[in-house]
């Protein structure tokens, strides 16, 4: 619960802009804590990122599928980033980060403004992730 607080506390304190990275963040976040046999971790580097990640309840050989970051800069926007073989992209909307995520060969989606056609593509590949990692 105080992972779900501290989270809650930055998207309180983040200043609006008119991007709408806000709001996509913490549609994000959401989605997250809805997503069954998911917790969450919260990392806040200020003035550099602030990471919400996305890992398995349990045991797995992966726990982490997913990393929220959102990159301070002015306005703020995000890196939402995918061990790279956990998930597809089918409309080559990422970039490939060679040992990127955590040492691993990732995909990362950024996004500069709200756009919800991402974001239901983003949701789709968190929920393949999810599925991927899990085993």
Request: glycine fraction near 6%; proline fraction near 3%; avoid cysteine.
């Given at each position: 619960m105080e992972t779900y607080r501290e989270i809650e506390s930055f998207?309180?304190?983040?200043?609006e802009a008119a991007n709408g990275c806000r709001e996509l963040f913490q549609?994000?976040?959401r989605f997250l804590r809805e997503l069954d046999?998911?917790?969450?971790?919260?990392?806040?580097?200020p003035g550099i990122t602030?990471?919400?990640?996305g890992t398995h309840a349990g045991s797995s050989d992966r726990p982490l599928f997913v990393m929220v970051d959102?990159?301070?800069d002015d306005p703020r926007w995000l890196s939402v980033c995918f061990c790279e073989e956990m998930v597809t992209d089918p409309?080559?909307?990422?970039?490939?980060?060679p040992g990127g995520l955590l040492g691993e060969d990732g995909i990362c989606f950024d996004v500069d403004a709200f756009d919800e056609t991402l974001l239901s593509y983003i949701k789709q590949r968190i929920t393949e992730a999810?599925?991927?990692g899990g085993k």
């Open positions: 998207i309180e304190q983040w200043p549609d994000l976040y046999g998911t917790e969450m971790e919260y990392h806040a580097r602030y990471s919400l990640r959102v990159i301070e409309e080559e909307r990422g970039d490939s980060v999810s599925q991927a």
